[in-house]
């Protein structure tokens, strides 16, 4: 999933790390070798 939105949260569902989109840029988030999930959206 490609990021979209400054404060976009994301996680990863093996590590559990969170990051949140402070310059969002388009690309896509992975973690532990998978794309990490969209867990709040952005404002």
């Known amino acids: 999933m490609a990021v ?3 404060g976009e949260k994301y996680r ?3 590590c559990g790390n ?3 989109v402070t310059k969002a840029g388009g690309g896509a988030l992975v ?3 998978k794309p990490m999930e969209l867990i709040e959206e952005g404002k």
Do not use: A, S
């Open 18 to 20: 969170e990051c949140v």
């Open 31 to 33: 973690c532990c070798g």
């Open 12 to 14: 990863c569902n093996i």
């Open 4 to 6: 979209k939105k400054n």
